[in-house]
């Protein structure tokens, strides 16, 4: 690259604009949403700043500017939904744009520097591109920034231009902006949650004006308001899990059968393969849908549909925020250990937000396992549109009756538990959730051990 | 526990093993009758006899290159390099020889070569050296250098019991001047690095006798919340350790009592910038001894070494930052 290529790029750069177009978030995922817009018409955005938020029917994200400009144009509403490719809004870049951080992807030519050109027409000037959207607020121009103030910054979607620097000549430090996230009481920006139904935190309320802040929560057409935690509303992923919960009972017609099981080889198998006693109902689950097929399935109005993969939901807790549930995909492939080691992996990917759009779909049947805090039954809610759902509650030491071959009883202590199916009675009767759950309770009472 | 200082705290690791482990043996110039020029090995040759405590030639390829063999067939022996400056002479036994043998041939070569190193007592240029990173850069060779007694004592149980050769950096500074607790019998502690006093705003990243240096000198800067971490272990380095006061304090100041350039901070550095770039609020600063000899005179010597001014200096330069 000579100096001279990028010298007339750089100043021969007409203004042109570069599509923003709704994303792409997972194989079975063909629309979505616009819940808000965090820009609007004339802001200066850097490359990669979050530009819009958009939710699915299974994923809620943010969509990032593609490159640094000025937006020229935003082009689908709040609450539209649209096509996966559809164009939701256009960013000027280039000359007219101002300070574009990054040259739009068709300036540089062939054979061209990996790192764009910076303004300056000095190659290997800057190694780093300039920090994003700086307000020049030293008489020495621009700001600059280190990695973890940069970090922390995009972590709590901070403008930095707001902070004020106590380091030298004005230099923002890491506890500059550690202090201003803490006296805005800005919620870190979390990562989009992923769940059946779309989530995210509520905005937190409009901090007190800060000199020269942009107050990013305002956005313009925000979800309808739900106030703070304070205020008594509902998350959305509360009112989603709510509603969710509500269609599923209006729905089905939903009926529980409990069975008792003796865990005692399972609690003896699970301690020599360091896995929970979830991983082997899991196990015996999945071979009982194997035997009794019309519990593998979907009922969507009229249409029954049985489905030959178990796809084996797994309801994960996420505390305050609500559930969800990840799908271990082709279960029935899978032994007790790899049943556990992907229970572990989803579980923490849910905790983590880091599920994909597909992890949450194509369920056929679901477990839900509260029971470590010691409750003992429960009516699950059957996870629409499957017709089962399994609920392993705490495995309790009791007195039980036993019969040897010869017929003589004794009283033992074994540890029990109680297996709850919530089942919808449109799809089938209670004769079979009962074989189905002597199923399930045969193949734990018969584990190797 | 009993109080000890760095020196006895090696005598002791030396004189448990000797009786614990016949296959223990000790080697080097006058560490038998004499009982080693700075008195480690004091007293040994009367209880273990000439056989186990073995005054060697002045010549430390023969030493090395007799452990490695003793080693190959066995043995665990215990070289001392009279001082580290003098390894140069055996570097080819060391490098090519001991630290290739286990890549080369499959054999293991448990051997320990004791390094008194460093300087600030007026040894000059052939007594005053930190020859640790020649070795870092070699594979094959574990590195390690205590800063305390206990350190001293539970290293030095670890490095016999390694099965690779290992450099044990032994501060000469430090003998006679680091007392502490030291627990009873054979105990064996870890190659990784140790917190040596937590702290949030910077990291002082140090090893041997830098790590007094780095407590003395943060120990009260204008309220700052300074961690000193103590590498102890060079090879391995333990990077974790490192990656996570990094991860909390953002700032790090990392000081080497040997010559800058390519030193063990260098590569503590590296790692920092690699791995730790977002972690980062500030430059990752180095303070080293010059790329120069170790002076004799008094005055030159503490002008060159890393001391407590020049570790303040850099600390505060960069809390202000």
Redesign the interface.
Known sequence: MSSSTTESLSASHPPTTVDVTMPQMGVSVAEGTVVAWRVEVGDRVAAEQTICEISTDKIDTEVPAPVGGVVAEIIVGVEETVEVGVVLARIATGADAGDAILPPPSAPAPGDAILPPPSAPEPGDAILPPPPAPEPTSPSGRRRY??????IAAEHDIDLSAVVGT??DG?V???DVLAFVDANGAEPAEPPMHIESPYRPDPSPAPAAVAGARVEAASPGAAPASPGADGGGLSRMRRQIGQHMKRSLDTAATCTTWIEADMGRVEAARARLGVTALAFVARATIEALREYPALNAWLEGDRYTRVDDVNLGIAVSLGDDGLIVPVIHRAHELSVEGLAARIRELARRARDRSLSADDVAGGTFTITNPGRYGSIMATPIINQPQVGILDLEAVVKRPVVLTDPQGTDSIAIRPMTILGLSWDHRALDGVLSAQFLAGVKRRLEGVVV | MTTMTYLQAISSALRDELRADERVLVMGEDVGVFGGAFKVTDGFVEEFGGDRVMDTPLAESAIIGCAVGAAVVGMRPVCEMQFADFISCGFDQLVNVAGRMHYRQGLAVPIVVRLPSGGGFSGGPFHSQNPEALFMHSPGLKVVAPSTAADAKGLLHAAIHDPNPVCFMEHKHLYRRVKGDVPEGVFETPFTARVARPGS?LVVIAYGAMVDVALEATSDLEGASIEVLDLRSLVPLDEDAVLDSVARC??VVIVDEANMTCAAGAQVAALIAEKA??????PVVRVATPDVPIPFSPPLEQAVLPGVDRVKEACRELL??
Do not use: A, M
Not at chain 1, 146 to 151: E, G, I, T
Not at chain 2, 277 to 282: C, K, N, P, S, T
């Open positions: 280190s990695p973890v103030v940069q970090r380091g030298r230099r430090r890491k506890q | 705003d953002s700032k770039f977002e972690d980062l609020d500030g202000n930052y």
